[in-house]
């Protein structure tokens, strides 16, 4: 049996390969992460807007699959801000994911549409009593995202020219911060997350402790805990 051997010209053939599969996205892989990666999207999280966010992730889009519970890590493409429905005639706005992303596993490739809303605002109200205003309108975006590609995924693939896009998987909302967040506020996510079939709902915390496992610190990374997420 022969063995390949993974060395630094392997993985920019693996990287070409890869890119060519989905033109005009930008690819990440696991050797791209280090914890240099992680304490930059640490410093994004907490820049206080979702621009910040939504550029470390274009730049380190393997960051993505560490929120998507079954994501494979056979690398990770994203399409950020990919037009799925044009600003129609009568005004009506269109419709702009933050990122079309595609993980692979042995099952093939899966599509998601990933919505981001900031690191300082949580998905459930203060007292838990119910959804913030910004966990209603993530929800609200999501959902009209999945059905608009469950009407007209054919007009999606011809207008974004992405001949490989199928059905979404489903759609993820990264919000808040689950350090921060009360039991009450934790249990209205669970309970959303619980009942919604294709959504769901993850604070950044998860990329973060999940990454940090992998990669580890540096001398200036942000203090540390294993949290729910």
């Known amino acids: 049996m022969k063995l390949t051997q993974m060395d630094e010209a392997y993985w920019i053939e693996r990287r070409a390969e890869a890119e060519r599969e989905f033109p005009g996205s930008s690819f990440g892989m696991r050797p791209d992460l280090t914890a240099e990666v ?5 410093d994004a999280l907490h820049a206080g807007s979702e621009e910040a966010i939504q550029m470390c992730l274009t730049e380190n889009p393997y960051l993505v699959q560490y929120a998507i519970r079954e994501s494979g890590h056979h690398g990770t493409w994203v399409y950020p ?3 799925i429905r044009p600003k129609a ?12 992303a595609v993980t692979r596993s042995s099952l093939g490739d899966h599509w998601w ?21 910004s966990g209603h309108k993530a929800v609200s975006q999501a959902a009209g995202y999945l059905s608009h590609f469950r009407e007209y995924i054919d007009a999606i693939r011809s ?9 979404p998987a489903g759609a993820l909302i990264l919000i808040g911060d689950s350090r921060a967040e009360s039991a009450a506020q934790r249990t209205v996510r669970s309970n959303f997350v619980r009942t ?4 769901d709902v ?10 940090r496992v992998d990669v580890g610190f540096t001398p200036n990374s942000r203090p540390f805990s294993l949290e729910p997420t």
């Open 38 to 42: 992680v304490d930059r999207f640490e």
């Open 196 to 199: 919604s079939a294709n959504i």
């Open 81 to 83: 801000k990919q037009m």
């Open 202 to 211: 993850a604070s950044y915390r998860r990329i973060v402790v999940n990454a």
């Open 159 to 167: 207008h974004a020219r992405i001949p490989r896009l199928t059905q």
């Open 89 to 100: 005639a009568t005004g009506e706005p269109g419709l702009i994911p933050d990122f079309l």
């Open 113 to 133: 549409v990933v919505e981001l809303k900031r690191f300082d605002t949580q998905f459930a109200d203060a007292q838990g009593g119910g959804m913030s205003p």
